[in-house]
Structures are given as structure tokens and as C-alpha cells.
């Protein structure tokens, strides 16, 4: 199967450490590599976890701030240090636009690749990439600024032809493509073999939603209903929820609510405040709610 | 003797690696902390290399360039995380108060804490700083975009009284004062004492310049005659002179011969490109035009 995963490259809220880095995440969606949000010392972070960085083509910020978006300029700077060609797309909320060229004026900086940028509506979800094997849509978050969140889904892939098939009944090569596409087969003695007994179904299409930075917001969950994998911000534990409603965060016992209310398949929580030495205890919290939750862990890599 | 010292938080030229950030110092003249320019990641070095970050009182940023510069909104968002109260104070080229201000407004931030911008000439040296033990100055440099090195210059210091002559002739405490000034002491007998068998002299002023980034400039030279420490950029080896030329930075060789032309007592050579693995070839270079050089290490700190 192609891959699809999404490495961590720092879940930090607010603050890196130098053992930690705050909000990045690379995104492998069969081979079309993604970056989600980007903060301070992400190119240091994708050095550090080898991922192929260079190799991006779409890079999806979700709010203005520090800790999703402070890294940007260096690794758009550092793109034009290795001399990059290809053209690199930018969604971002309104005001990423100035944000980047504003910088790049007063560094009277120019790039050596064509960059495109897209501002976000971020009240309503809106479809931002389509490309033949997959779609990004946008999720409108509840943070205190401007905020989505974003939506990865697989198409419906081709059924898969049985090559065992291929081979008893001698199925010319030209007649595949229509036979995946939903068609049968008229075997040489004339007897019809029917699309369900020359395929196997495909896998189903997997789906990915990034929700950071957002307080608990039960509209969301129609729009993430029954993705394979949810990454929910868990700033908080329960006990300080008064903080969390406070600055626009959720607790862990929320982001796991969030999980069964929206039915998804698994859940990873992340954006930990830097009060926490460790996620257990945010971990056991969500899983209170929801089975089937990790804590993010930096530098590893998870299969949606 | 009162401290006096340069702790390097980043040395590296344009990008960062996972071992080592770009340019940024933190300098302790006194107990007064300041910063010299801030590369992406430095809130992470500060923490690395324990310094007392928090206690910063002024940070002075050369130019627009990220490595030099895309650490400081993480750094001053972080001091306002952490309810930083004491007023800051920012220098830096036209632009730094556009950079600062559009960011904070594009992330709706506000700072717990005053703070204060002033943007330098870049053209002339200017008197940015005037304390009571020292005086800061700006340096213009020839790089590719408005810079400004940094002169930090202690004040004399008053001579010390001597203990043994303050109980041999049983000066009284209201004297000190004058006789340090400058004035002599008639003793019990009516022996007149002066100035010179009374005091030890001070220490002499001790002086730091920062110089980073700039092309081979003969004129700095007579802004920084005689200094006892010389930070001086030297971001490639002589062999890709064009290169630096081409760029506006300085080889080291001509770092060492800028420290010839200045009779500065001692050399520092650091913002070294990534392409060299270490510094041996550009200190041994450095060196064969100036001996008294060291090469900067990151988390190392110097006196000055």
C-alpha cells in the first residue's frame, strides 16, 4: 500500500526547549511530501529527523502564532540557500501573505523558486488542493485568532486486478483499464467472468485531520467524522481547563471526546504545555474518553 | 575585576544545523546582559547554554538577515510567556521596528514588558548606549544590506584606595573620596601624601567589538584601533575570496589583516560557512596574518 504518515517534528505548545521543537509535522501522502505548520527551528528539525525536507511542495500553516509559524521564514530562506526550483505552495490564514513579504522586503531577500501563496477563509472548510490521488481541505478551528485546521483524504483508489486472473483466462493488456474501471471479461470458450471476480477491492481511502491549535469545538467533529487518524491538540490537563477555555486550547479529556464524538479510527494527542515533564498523565486523561490514543512523540512516525 | 566576557550561542554562517546555531552572543560587561544578534533558534541556545537570558537588558541585532535575525520574535514572545516586567531595549537597522511590529500585529501579540526600538544610522558610528561603566557604539559595516557592527567600551574606572595606607595613617572614611578623585592626604605629623602612594590605578577600560557581517572594510579599522577583543566575521577560506566579494562577507585572512590594521589585541574569527566540517584551515589562515586568534566555538565564552 502507498504510504501515508505523518512525522512528528516537534509538539511542543508555546515554547521549544532545546530538547523539544514547538508545532511541525511532515506529512508523506504517497509520496507527495506536505509540512504542517512551522515553528521555530523547524529546519533544524528536519535535519535532525532526516525527513526530505527539500523535497516538500506544500506547506500548510495554521494560524499566526509564534509557536506554528516562526520557523517559516528560515526554512523558505534556506529552500533558496540549496538554490530550489521547484515552485512551493503556502496556505496560511489571512495574513500570511504579509507576514512573508514584508520579511523577504526588509532582507531584501529573493527566492530562487516561484512561491504561491493562498490566504484561507478560516471560517468555513474549504477545498485547497486537489491533486489525482488526494484532497486538502481546510477546518475552521476556534483559537483565539484566526485558525484551520486541515483535512488529508485519499480518493477512492482502482480496484485491483487478480493477476491470477490475468493468467488463467489470458485477459489481453488493453482490456485492464476498463475492466478496474468496473467492466467484466468475455473469456475464449464465451463464458462472462463478472469485475467482481477479476478484482479485489481497493483499500479503503484513508483520511488525515490536523486540528491545532483549537478549544474543544463540537462543530468540527461532521467535518473530521470517521478519519483514520485525528491530531488533537491536548494543551492541558482537566484540572486546568479554566486555562484552557482561557487562551483557546483544549484538554486532554476533551480531545478525546472530540475522537468519540467525531468516531474516528485513532487519535494522537500533541501541542503538550511545556509544564508537563512527560505525556503520561495527558495520555491516561484522553484515553479515559477514547481507547484508541497516543501521545505524539517527536521524531517518530506514524501510519494513518 | 568585574566580568567582562562573551559567551558564543551561534557562530555559523546563514543556516543552522542540528549542532550548531547561527550567529547570536550573549554578553555579561558588568552584571549588565546584552545580546548581540539573534539567528533562528537562539531561545533554544540560551536554554542550552544556561545563560541568563531573562536578565537581558538590551539586544542589539546587526542587520535583516535571518541568521542574525529570526530568533527574535521567538525570544521576545518567550520573555513575555514568562511575565517579563523590566523595560527592554532593541537595536537595530531602518526596518527592525517595521519587523517587530508587523509581526505582533499579525500574531495579535502583546508584550508584558516595555519595549523600546531604536533604529541605528548604519552610515556613521553613533553613541547607542551610555551607561554608567560603559558606552556602546555602532560600527558601520559594508555588507550587502544596511549593518552595523557594535563597540562596547568600558568607562575608566576610578583609581582603588590603597588598604595598608588607609590603617597606616588612619585616613578618615569622608577623605575616600577625594583622594580617589585624585587628591593627597596630610597625615597626623603634617606629611603630606600624594595621590600616587595612596591608590593603586584602575584597571584600564576594556573594549569588545563585534563585527559580523562585513566585507574586508579598511575604514572600521580606525573605530576599532586597539580593542582587546575583536570579533570579526570570516565566513570562507581565502581561496573563495569571489565568493566572499561576491557576497559581502570577508575570508579569514582578511580578518586576520583587518586585526593587523587595528592592532586589536586579540581576534576572534567565527560566522563560518556550513561547508567547512571545522575550523582548522580557517584559524591556521586567520593566524598566519595575525597569531592572536582564536577560533569561536559555540557554547564557549571569552573574556575580553
Known amino acids: 500500500m502507498m504510504r501515508f504518515e505523518v512525522s512528528i517534528l516537534g509538539c511542543n505548545a508555546a515554547l521549544p526547549?532545546?530538547?523539544?521543537?514547538?508545532?511541525?509535522?511532515?506529512?508523506?501522502?504517497?509520496?507527495?511530501y506536505c509540512l504542517i505548520d512551522c515553528g521555530e527551528g523547524c529546519q533544524i528539525a528536519v535535519q535532525r529527523y532526516q525527513v526530505k525536507a527539500f523535497q516538500i511542495k506544500d506547506i500548510f500553516i495554521s494560524?499566526?502564532?509564534?509557536?506554528?509559524v516562526l520557523g517559516l521564514m528560515g526554512l523558505l530562506m534556506s529552500f533558496g540557500l540549496n538554490q530550489r526550483k521547484k515552485k512551493l505552495r503556502l496556505y496560511g490564514p489571512k495574513g500570511i501573505r504579509e507576514w512573508v513579504e514584508v520579511q523577504m522586503r526588509l532582507m531584501n531577500a529573493?527566492?530562487?523558486?516561484?512561491?504561491?501563496?493562498?490566504?484561507?477563509?478560516?471560517?468555513?472548510?474549504?477545498?485547497?488542493?486537489d491533486t489525482p490521488s488526494f484532497q486538502v481541505f481546510s477546518l475552521p478551528l476556534a483559537h483565539r485568532l484566526a485558525c484551520q485546521g486541515f483535512l488529508f483524504k485519499e480518493k477512492p483508489a482502482h480496484p485491483n486486478m487478480r493477476k491470477d486472473r490475468?493468467?488463467?483466462?489470458?485477459?489481453?493488456?488493453?482490456?485492464?483499464?476498463?475492466?478496474?474501471?468496473?467492466?467484466?471479461?468475455?473469456d475464449a470458450e464465451g463464458k462472462f467472468w463478472p469485475h467482481e471476480e477479476l478484482c479485489t477491492p481497493p483499500p479503503p481511502p484513508r483520511t488525515y485531520a490536523y486540528c491545532s491549535d483549537t478549544a474543544?469545538?463540537?462543530?468540527?467533529?461532521e467535518l473530521i467524522?470517521?478519519?483514520?487518524?485525528l491530531y488533537h491538540e491536548a494543551t492541558f490537563l482537566h484540572e486546568l481547563l479554566k486555562n484552557a477555555k482561557k487562551t483557546g486550547h483544549s484538554t486532554a479529556k476533551?480531545?478525546?471526546?472530540?475522537?468519540?464524538?467525531?468516531?474516528?479510527?485513532?487519535?494522537?494527542?500533541?501541542?503538550?504545555?511545556?509544564?508537563?515533564?512527560?505525556?503520561?498523565?495527558?495520555?491516561?486523561?484522553?484515553?479515559?474518553?477514547?481507547?484508541?490514543?497516543?501521545?505524539?512523540?517527536?521524531?517518530?512516525?506514524?501510519?494513518?
Chains 1, 2 share one sequence.
Do not use: W
Open 110 to 129: 529573493h527566492l530562487s523558486y516561484p512561491l504561491e501563496i493562498r490566504e484561507c477563509d478560516s471560517e468555513q472548510s474549504e477545498l485547497l488542493l
Open 254 to 304: 476533551q480531545a478525546g471526546e472530540m475522537a468519540k464524538l467525531a468516531q474516528v479510527k485513532k487519535l494522537l494527542i500533541g501541542h503538550f504545555s511545556t509544564r508537563y515533564q512527560d505525556t503520561k498523565a495527558l495520555l491516561e486523561e484522553a484515553q479515559s474518553e477514547f481507547a484508541q490514543t497516543a501521545a505524539a512523540e517527536e521524531g517518530k512516525t506514524y501510519s494513518v
Open 17 to 32: 526547549t532545546y530538547k523539544s521543537f514547538t508545532s511541525s509535522q511532515f506529512l508523506n501522502i504517497r509520496e507527495h
Open 225 to 229: 467524522r470517521g478519519v483514520d487518524l
Open 166 to 186: 490475468i493468467l488463467e483466462l489470458d485477459i489481453p493488456f488493453r482490456q485492464i483499464p476498463a475492466i478496474k474501471a468496473g467492466g467484466g471479461f468475455t
Open 63 to 68: 494560524h499566526l502564532h509564534g509557536d506554528h
Open 216 to 221: 474543544f469545538h463540537p462543530p468540527l467533529a
